[in-house]
């Protein structure tokens, strides 16, 4: 895998999973909703840990 997130992208993902995670855990969105957000946290997490992003080689993006 070519990495295609860059460093800014990736500070933005860990913030915005962050973000995302504290609005669960912190009981403000709950249910279906607030499992959706800690799926799409763990995602942006993810693909920030590695430097790639499966959706931006499907749209050819590169960061």
């Known amino acids: 895998m070519k990495k295609n997130v860059g460093n800014m992208d990736r500070i933005i993902r860990i913030v915005l999973a962050a973000i995302l995670a504290g609005l669960y855990f912190g009981g403000i969105i709950k249910g279906t ?11 942006f997490t993810l693909t920030a840990i590695i430097g790639f992003c499966p959706l931006y080689t499907l749209v050819g993006l590169n960061t």
Do not use: D, E, Y
């Open 33 to 43: 909703p607030g499992i959706i957000l800690v799926v799409l946290a763990a995602v």
